[in-house]
């Protein structure tokens, strides 16, 4: 049999059992169970193009909306013509009231392990290979996780159970909604042959369509491409694509107590990407929203902002912003990332970006100069 990693690919560890939750459609699936009037509506999350001069973009959809061929950081102006009028339904997104069930999700999760990392709001990975329940079963875990969620808060989610986080993501996104994925070690490879290149996760558009020129169009096509000749061709991204199409991560759950103490980030990957500046602000103002949420549920305030970007060749680039003062305000983290973005549109958008993301740092306690005097202004 030809070896196709030349000696250059690390000895694979697949004793950790590793599960990724994805919440199903989370935003719209929350406004859904809480508007029962929504039922077989198409709902879509963003702003109304009719009430905001055809602006705005789509930061989520139900799967009735996707049956139209909506999907998220679409311009809602698009979506408002692929769906019929009497079917759609556009909401403003609800960021606390999302932060407040997701914190009940996490709070299931954490019930079971401290070892859970934080992707989003509607997705994490769970490293149970020891766990505080003692059940050595993954499977079993995430099933009882997926019961209860249903059970207690009336909303679905996927999971895709592995050795690695990247097997375990391409595990939930393999069968949705309300989907069950399990990839043993003696399936991996097999199971990775017979995926499309596009359902690769970090696979953009141009990376799929690069490969395609070459022959690519599978994960066995990948498989029996040497690691020196995937490099030569895409550097980092090349050896990385080897690593996943032979079923190796040796990447590890974060756990986010480990992490959250240091940083507070949103970060969202595009399936297409991201071509348009005004999506992209957009994107950023609602990032914003989210993370301001979050730092005024844990009651931080931050001195500095970072933006995070990273185009269809998995090229990334970080930029940070140091603030005048320590704020949890999501005007200031917008301000703050759309002036890093600003030097970097040109370049990105032209390429496509793959994912945006903000993360504020620098951490300090609440004293009196953060305080929004505008709330107590008549």
């Known amino acids: ?35 029962p009037e929504l039922k077989n509506k198409a709902v879509v999350i963003g702003h109304d193009p009719r009430k905001s001069n055809g602006h705005g973009v789509v930061s989520t959809a139900n799967y009735v909306a996707r049956s139209y061929g909506v999907h998220s950081a679409m311009p809602s102006i698009k979506a408002f013509r692929l769906v019929p009028a009497e079917k759609l339904v556009f909401l403003e997104p609800d960021y606390k009231k999302y932060y407040s069930v997701s914190a009940e999700v996490h709070k299931m999760m954490h019930e079971m392990t401290d070892r859970v990392q934080s992707i989003a709001l509607d997705e994490a990975y769970l490293d149970v290979t020891q766990n505080k329940l003692g059940i050595k079963s993954a499977v079993q875990l995430a099933i009882d996780l997926q019961t209860r969620v249903r059970r207690e808060l009336k909303l679905n989610c996927s999971f895709g159970v592995s050795y690695n986080r990247f097997l375990a993501k391409m595990g939930s996104e393999y069968s949705k909604p309300f989907g069950r994925t399990v990839i043993l070690p003696s399936e991996a490879k097999e199971f990775l042959a017979a995926q499309k290149i596009g359902h690769f996760h970090g696979i953009g558009p141009k990376t799929e369509e690069k490969l395609a020129e070459m022959g690519i169009t599978t994960g066995k096509g990948l498989q029996q491409m040497h690691v020196r000749d995937l490099i030569k061709e895409f550097n ?51 990032y914003a929203s989210e993370l301001a949420e979050k730092l005024s549920y844990g009651n931080f305030f931050a001195r500095t902002v970072v933006l995070k970007i990273r185009n269809t060749e998995f090229e990334t680039i970080t930029r940070r912003s140091k603030l005048e003062h320590a704020t949890n305000q999501a005007i200031e983290f917008y301000e703050a990332a759309k002036e890093l973005f600003e030097p970097l549109e040109d370049s990105f958008l032209s390429d496509g970006i793959r994912l945006l993301g903000i993360t504020a740092t620098d951490f300090t306690e609440a004293e009196f100069e953060n305080v929004d005097l505008n709330l107590f202004s008549s």
């Not at 030349?6 to 694979?12: S, V």
């Not at 090349?238 to 990447?251: C, F, K, R, V």
């Not at 103490?261 to 595009?270: A, L, M, N, T």
Request: hydrophobic content about 35%; overall charge negative.
């Open 1 to 35: 049999m030809t070896d196709y990693s030349d000696g250059l690919l690390p000895k694979n560890d697949t004793s950790r059992k590793i599960i990724h939750i994805d919440m199903d459609a989370f935003y719209a699936s929350v406004e859904m169970r809480d508007k």
């Open 236 to 286: 980092r991204m090349g050896y990385l694509m080897a690593e996943h199409a032979n079923g190796i991560d040796l990447s590890r759950v974060i756990p986010d107590d480990e992490y959250n103490r240091k940083s507070i980030g949103i970060e969202r990957s595009y399936e297409p990407c991201v071509y348009d500046k005004q999506v992209a602000l957009t994107n950023l103002r609602n």
